[in-house]
């Protein structure tokens, strides 16, 4: 080795020396501000700062600064929530054992303005079932006795518009990117009369206070569409519900399937949140100790009884007082749920620990929760919730709702990728397939049955290809639309308008495609006239078909009903068609039933327009040497369509497209999502 070699070796060490003590004392540096960042947080003063510089503060501050006048905006006010005596229970087993099962037993409680309520628990405790109640969302199917209160007064008119209920399942457009999904919920759910820029200024609060910043511009995703992370489509959602500036917030699980930092950083959000005055109530399942600290208030079940509700700091001495006594440096939380979790390991066990929850439920009965008049709601509450009472239901009118609702509906449409590429190879393999099977039809009684086949297989494939794919989408949007719904974000009307707009050029392209590729080949009536009219009728049948498949889908409960609906429904329509049973043979009593068969229609039309005023079949038996031929009207008088015009069958397509879809339209606003009714307890109701 040569002594410049040497050198420069020892050079390296040395320098690599240097670099590691370099990156030892940033490290140093770094940890001293992280120590010193949490010590701040935690502190008396740190904790004030942070909470008054909550997201959602842009509107506040826009109104301070002049931008809107804080009369005109949709203030937040302060909701005392309680609730007493809340028992629910479910029909479970079959018929002849069917049972009662009881979910919740007698739970009291409440949750102040400007604080956090954490609803604990095992699983299977009653946590979502008590927040579905509080939220008044339970599904129907059970029976709920109890009472909320808010504000002093029951659940009122006003009390969604106030109330933001964060699901456990992500429901949203998988095709919009964050922001979009944030902006549309912020334009939509707050009213015209804040200003543009304070609507955009709080979606960019929102996203950076949910740590969305990265993920913004990328698409929310679903099943087919590669998108966001689990972790940020669950805070996305999260940030769609506060975008309605919500002043009592229900949160499902919103910590569930999010890492330690940013289940942290989203209970942060709502600790924040909550201490601008908000009501927070949310379930969660076995929160680092960090995030227990955040707790203003309670509640433990299990079993469906509460175990305890109170100030979450006062928990540990209260089951201290009872015998079980938390372990220090043990999280708070981790030890309550070891007391209070069955365990079904062996019949000995399990007796044991009911034993131990059924005392635990029983020591927290003799002390109680206050009763629903001990609570003081101030009278400016009981006065502001009154006047949300006589307040619009919806922040905009229907125009602007229209107005967003088309566009969000269109870029959902015109983003749809697999839709788009399903129809379009959908309709060219089958538009090839017909082609090259009919494309040789000769002018002869064979040549007859082939063009009156095929006029057969174009209608049935208008029909069907439109209905099963509005079926498929619009079912896959319900969820969302009913979400949307539950918190009154919009009226049915423009949405369902909006979606039909937008549904369109899928179908017009579709009917124009099919009809290009299949027509000349199979050597349909020679005129343009007749191509044109044959793209047409095909169209306006998709548009029926269209109608057809979201009607089904808005009556049906779920997506495997309607899709056993459909095919039934269009064989009934089929036999009407008159393809296969001659209108003229149709008992006069069903006959009626064509006119509501968009199959009957396009037949009829299809038919007119390839057949009438052409000649020059040969008659299937005919007399050597005496000419014969068959005409077009006379396969249409065989088909029973001699009197019919081609008017008629445009008119009976559009009808029926108008008709189907005002059936969807009629069975959506009946299908809103219904939710158990509150009775009072028995005993109340005696007195
Ligand atoms: N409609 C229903 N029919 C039958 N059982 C039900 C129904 N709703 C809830 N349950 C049962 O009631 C119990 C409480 O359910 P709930 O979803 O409220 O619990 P949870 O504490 O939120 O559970 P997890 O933490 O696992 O989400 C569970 O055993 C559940 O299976």
Redesign the pocket.
């Known amino acids: 080795m040569t002594e410049q070699h040497v050198d420069v070796e020892q050079g390296t060490a040395d320098g690599g020396l240097e670099k590691k003590k370099d990156v030892a004392t940033e490290l140093q540096a770094e940890a001293a501000d992280f120590q010193r960042q949490l010590q701040w947080k935690e502190s008396g003063e740190g904790k004030t700062t942070r909470r008054a510089n909550s997201m959602l503060d842009s509107i506040s501050k826009a109104a301070l600064n002049g931008a809107v006048s804080f009369a005109r905006l949709k203030k937040v006010i302060h909701v005392t929530l309680q609730w007493e005596g809340l028992s629910y229970s ?3 087993g079959r018929r002849r054992k069917r049972t009662q ?1 009881t ?2 037993q007698g739970v009291s409680g409440h949750v102040l303005p400007g604080h956090l309520l954490a609803v604990m ?10 927040i ?1 109640a509080l939220a008044g969302r339970l ?1 129907k ?2 029976s709920l006795q109890g009472q909320v209160l808010v504000n002093g007064a029951p659940r009122s008119r006003g009390f969604r518009s106030i109330t933001c209920y964060v699901l ?1 399942d992500d429901v949203l457009f998988g095709n919009l990117t964050v922001r979009e999904t944030f902006r549309f919920a912020a334009n939509i759910r707050l009213p015209a009369t804040i200003s543009r820029e304070t609507r955009m200024q709080l979606v960019e609060d929102v996203i950076s206070e949910l740590a969305l910043g990265k993920a913004a511009d990328t698409f929310v995703g679903n099943a087919f569409v590669r998108g966001v992370s689990g972790g940020e489509r669950k805070r996305c959602n999260i940030g769609v519900e506060l975008l309605s500036n919500p002043s009592l917030v229900c949160l ?2 919103p910590t569930s399937g999010l890492d330690a930092f940013q289940a942290q950083n989203v209970m942060e959000a709502l600790w924040t949140l909550a201490g601008n005055g908000r009501t927070v109530v949310c ?1 969660i ?1 076995q929160p680092r100790s960090s995030i227990f600290q955040m707790f203003d208030q309670l509640l433990l ?1 299990s079993e ?1 009884r509460t175990m305890y509700f109170g100030t979450a700091s006062a928990a540990v001495d209260y089951f201290a007082s009872a015998g079980f006594r938390c372990p220090e440096q043990f999280n708070p939380a981790d030890y309550f749920m070891d007391v209070t979790s069955m365990s079904f390991r062996t019949p000995e066990e399990e007796a044991a620990m009911r034993r131990r929850i059924a005392l635990l439920a029983e020591l927290y009965q003799e002390q109680g929760a206050p009763a629903l008049g001990e609570v003081a709601v101030g009278e400016t509450s009981r006065k502001d919730m009154l006047a949300v009472d006589r307040e619009q239901q919806f922040a905009n009118n229907a125009g602007r709702e229209f107005a967003l609702l088309l566009g969000r509906a269109w870029r959902q449409a015109s983003r749809n990728r697999i839709v788009q590429i399903v129809t379009l190879v959908q309709t060219t393999v089958i538009g090839l397939v017909l082609a090259s099977l009919y494309s040789d039809m000769s002018k002869t009684a064979a040549g007859i049955q082939d063009e009156i086949g095929i006029l057969f297989f174009a209608n049935m494939f208008s029909a069907m290809g439109s209905m099963m794919s509005s079926l498929t989408t619009f079912s896959m949007e319900l969820g969302i639309i009913n979400r949307e719904r539950a918190s009154k974000s919009y009226r049915v009307l423009p949405y369902y308008v909006a979606r039909f707009i937008c549904d369109m050029p899928l179908r017009v392209g579709q009917g124009l495609l099919f009809g290009s590729i299949l027509y000349w080949i199979v050597g349909l009536n020679p005129s343009a006239a007749a191509f044109f009219i044959f793209c047409c009728l095909v169209v306006c049948e998709g548009l029926a078909g269209q109608g057809l498949g979201v009607a089904i889908s808005a009556a049906a409960p779920n997506e495997k009903v309607a899709l056993a609906l459909a095919p039934t429904i269009t064989i009934v329509l089929m036999l009407f068609g008159g393809f296969y049973l001659n209108s003229a043979t149709i008992p006069a009593v069903l006959r009626w039933i064509r006119f509501i068969s968009h199959l009957y229609w396009a037949y009829m039309g299809l038919a007119i327009n390839d057949f009438r005023g052409r000649t020059g079949w040969a008659c299937a038996i005919s007399t050597p040497g005496v000419p014969c031929e068959v005409t077009g009207d006379q396969i249409l008088a065989q088909l029973n369509f001699a009197d019919n015009q081609l008017w008629e069958a445009f008119v009976g397509l559009l009808g029926l497209a108008f008709g189907f879809n005002f059936l969807g339209y009629v069975f959506l606003r009946l299908s809103k999502p219904k939710f158990l009714p509150l009775t009072p307890p028995a005993a109340k109701k005696n007195a």
């Open positions: 479910v029909p479970v099962k979910i919740l628990g095992p699983t299977g405790s009653g946590k979502t079932s008590l579905n599904p199917g059970g456990q499902d699980e379930t399942h079940l469906g």
